[in-house]
């Protein structure tokens, strides 16, 4: 049974940074999937990040390019969404995933995940 908890989210001002975490327990692979959605009041859940842990290419959706930076470290078996240049549109509930299958190839192909986070909200004012 995987465990997800997440951390790290809170409200700042627009141009803000902010940094979630997610800490992973019970993985029967050494490798897997996990990412970051986010779903705001109204609007359907996006995908903002992914990353397979065994390969360092990440996914990012286009709105959060260049601004947010997925990672995990292994010794933890956590995974990090470093939020920068925050804006009011990246205002949501953020949820941690992760697939336990162990497949994956880079963060593209992060996209069937079966384990969820309890989310975390994510406030930016303008």
Request: aromatic share 12%; with cysteine.
């Given at each position: 049974?995987v465990?997800?908890?997440?951390?790290?989210?809170?409200?700042?001002?627009?141009?803000?940074?902010l940094?979630?975490?997610?800490a992973?327990?019970?993985?029967?692979?050494s490798s897997n999937?996990?990412?970051?959605f986010?779903?705001a009041?109204?609007?359907?859940?996006e995908?903002?990040?992914?990353i397979y842990?065994?390969?360092?290419?990440p996914y990012?959706?286009?709105s959060?390019k260049?601004?947010?930076?997925i990672?995990?470290?292994?010794a933890?078996n956590t995974?990090?969404l470093?939020?920068?240049?925050?804006?009011?549109?990246?205002?949501a509930m953020?949820y941690?995933?992760?697939d336990?299958?162990?497949r994956?190839?880079?963060?593209?192909?992060?996209v069937?995940?079966?384990y969820?986070?309890?989310?975390?909200?994510?406030?930016v004012?303008?």
């Amino acid at each position: 049974q995987v465990q997800l908890v997440e951390s790290g989210g809170g409200s700042v001002q627009a141009g803000g940074s902010l940094r979630l975490s997610c800490a992973a327990s019970g993985y029967t692979y050494s490798s897997n999937c996990m990412g970051w959605f986010r779903q705001a009041p109204g609007k359907e859940r996006e995908r903002v990040a992914a990353i397979y842990t065994g390969d360092p290419s990440p996914y990012y959706a286009d709105s959060v390019k260049g601004r947010f930076t997925i990672s995990h470290d292994n010794a933890k078996n956590t995974v990090y969404l470093q939020m920068n240049g925050l804006k009011p549109e990246d205002t949501a509930m953020y949820y941690c995933a992760a697939d336990s299958s162990g497949r994956g190839n880079g963060g593209s192909s992060c996209v069937d995940f079966d384990y969820w986070g309890q989310g975390t909200q994510v406030t930016v004012s303008s």
